[in-house]
T-cell receptor, first 114, second 114 residues
Framework: DTGVSQDPRHKITKRGQNVTFRCDPISEHNRLYWYRQTLGQGPEFLTY????????KSRLLSDRFSAERPKGSFSTLEIQRTEQGDSAMYLCASSHSVTSGELFFGEGSRLTVL | QQQVKQSPQSLIVQKGGISIINCAYE??????FPWYQQFPGKGPALLIAIRPDVSEKKEGRFTISFNKSAKQFSLHIMDSQPGDSATYFCAASWTKGGGNKLTFGTGTQLKVEL
């Protein structure tokens, strides 16, 4: 049984470039979450999907951020026109809506914007 | 608005000692309280979780104590080991209507010394 996988694990980009992260959840999980974590802080909620529907977006998710889960399986998080303040670890998690609330996290995608 | 407050920020414990980390929450709708362990460069991993219908839950060396009236919960690590050195996050969610969206504390960096 594979866990949540994220790709790429590390991304270095220049300010103004676009970046995209991919998350593959645990196969039977219908909920998928994106979180952002900066150094020394706890993960902050960005958005979540139930199947292919995006049910909630945080105020942290500016217009430059877009997330999709087109077929209710993998998800992508795109950041357009990156800024230095976007440098963070982007974490993906998945869960099953019927179970107890347990979220399983991936290893994260670390973004560095120069 | 910080809905989950965690303390201390850092903790040094001798091998074999007890590590205690505390959290307080504000939202009375929260009904699921997990603790996550995170090693550098890795995603958070679920350690133990509790629901408000019980006051204590023990799994091996890890115990959660929960005080619903005070809106506080704590993690106790008995017989702390150097391998327990990591960052610990408390979290809370509203599983019935909040989409299992976790709100995290700011983390406690634990170091267990020989």
């Amino acid at each position: 049984d594979t866990g949540v996988s994220q790709d790429p694990r590390h991304k270095i980009t220049k300010r103004g470039q676009n970046v995209t992260f991919r998350c593959d959840p645990i196969s039977e999980h219908n909920r998928l979450y994106w979180y952002r974590q900066t150094l020394g802080q706890g993960p902050e909620f960005l958005t979540y999907f139930q199947n292919e529907a995006q049910l909630e977006k945080s105020r942290l998710l500016s217009d430059r951020f877009s997330a999709e889960r087109p077929k209710g399986s993998f998800s992508t998080l795109e950041i357009q026109r990156t800024e230095q303040g976007d440098s963070a670890m982007y974490l993906c998690a998945s869960s099953h809506s019927v179970t107890s609330g347990e979220l399983f996290f991936g290893e994260g995608s670390r973004l560095t914007v120069l | 608005q910080q809905q989950v407050k965690q303390s201390p920020q850092s903790l040094i414990v001798q091998k074999g000692g007890i590590s205690i980390i505390n959290c307080a929450y504000e939202n009375t709708a929260f009904d699921y309280f997990p603790w996550y362990q995170q090693f550098p460069g890795k995603g958070p991993a679920l350690l133990i979780a509790i629901r408000p219908d019980v006051s204590e839950k023990k799994e091996g060396r890890f115990t959660i104590s929960f005080n619903k009236s005070a809106k506080q919960f704590s993690l106790h690590i008995m017989d702390s080991q150097p391998g327990d050195s990591a960052t610990y996050f408390c979290a809370a969610s509203w599983t019935k209507g909040g989409g299992n969206k976790l709100t995290f504390g700011t983390g406690t960096q634990l170091k267990v010394e020989l």
